[in-house]
């Protein structure tokens, strides 16, 4: 019914920046959540930001100030863009996007697959 695909992923070093993109395709009436997780190798999956229908916003602690999330409507598009990345930001980052599909409060929930980000020098 859905589909996300995710990109921008890759190496950065210290410092830099970069812009992942959620791109939602398919049988959509209209956006009503997005959040961006991340799994860091031996982690536990965790949630990083997270963008309502109305520009709620919201954001894990470690990432504040650096990360923000943001939406294109025409696109169906949410973007992460990501400043200052630290070796810890290093993970696979994965969108969860939440959709409505019909004019009745039908929901599509579901996840992209998931783009690598390397902070390294």
């Known amino acids: 019914q859905v589909q996300l695909v995710e990109s921008g992923g890759g190496l950065v070093q210290p410092g830099g920046s970069l812009k992942l993109s959620c791109a939602a395709s398919?049988?959509?009436?209209?956006?009503?959540?997005m959040d961006w997780y991340r799994q860091a190798p031996g982690s536990q999956r965790e949630m990083v930001a997270a963008?309502?229908?109305?520009?709620?916003?919201n954001y894990a602690d470690s990432v504040k100030g650096r990360f923000a999330i943001s939406r294109d409507n025409a696109k169906n598009t949410v973007y992460l863009q990501m400043n200052s990345l630290k070796p810890e930001d290093t993970a696979v980052y994965s969108c969860?996007?939440?959709?409505?599909?019909?004019?009745?409060?039908?929901?599509?929930?579901?996840w992209g697959q998931g783009t690598r980000v390397t902070v390294s020098s």
């Open positions: 969860n996007g939440e959709f409505y599909i019909d004019q009745y409060g039908s929901t599509w929930n579901g």
């Open positions: 398919g049988s959509i009436f209209s956006f009503k959540a």
């Open positions: 963008l309502t229908s109305d520009g709620s916003t």
